[in-house]
């Protein structure tokens, strides 16, 4: 059963990535710039004082510019930094994006080394990348697990961030994947209600 689901994993990254090799340069922009104004409109995000990001690559939907707005609004902000003599990430908040950024391990932008770590592990929502996702809060992520561990240190609302090509019925799932409380894409903000992460499908805004 575990080597079904790695290889199921496996069979869903590449369907994913062939979809989002489709996509063109504009149309991605345009997607991301519509994701970002529905993300914008939601009480969780007008309401939330701690927010971590993350660096986007290329091909993933950009929430970037939300981190800009997000500091002038006065909110603090954080993004996760890899430690790699522990092989892991951890959340690092940001002040200046000047200043406090660099490219880190994995050619992705992180904090310098002289942000400070967070003083808690309690943030009021936490935007998460993933290759797909589903309905019931389920996230395929790219195999090494970083995020997943991140994730788990962490206390807050989870929001996996996608393209709707990267919504799919169902995300094969291990005991050690992490469920996410909300899901944004261009087109929809889904609440994953807990009781129903197993039963039926949250209903859709």
């Known amino acids: ?35 970002r104004s529905r993300l914008a409109a939601q009480t969780r995000w007008q309401a939330a004082q701690w927010i971590l990001f993350f660096a986007p690559l290329p091909e993933e939907l950009d929430v970037w510019p ?12 954080a993004l996760p930094r890899f430690v790699a003599k522990r092989g892991s990430y951890e959340g690092r908040q ?37 290759l797909a996702f589903d309905l019931r809060g389920r996230r395929l992520g790219r195999g090494k697990g970083y995020y997943d561990q991140l994730l788990k240190g962490l206390q807050g609302t989870t929001c996996g961030v996608a393209f709707d090509q990267q919504m799919v019925d169902e995300v094969p799932a291990e005991a050690h994947d ?14 994953v209600c807990p009781e129903e992460k197993e039963s039926a499908p949250p209903p859709r805004t």
């Open 94 to 130: 940001v002040l200046d994006l000047e200043a406090d950024l660099q490219t880190g391990h994995f050619g992705i932008r992180e904090p310098h080394s002289h942000c400070p770590g967070l003083a808690s592990t309690r943030l009021d929502l936490i935007l998460v990348p993933g």
């Open 178 to 191: 992490v469920r996410l409380n909300c899901l944004l894409t261009p087109t929809r903000w889904i609440e």
């Open 1 to 35: 059963m575990h080597t079904t689901i790695r290889e199921a994993k496996r069979a869903l990254r590449r369907q994913v990535h062939e979809q989002l090799g489709r996509m063109e340069p504009g149309e991605r922009a345009a997607a991301s710039a519509q994701a």
């Open 66 to 77: 939300l981190l800009t707005e997000a500091l002038a609004a006065g909110k603090k902000v």
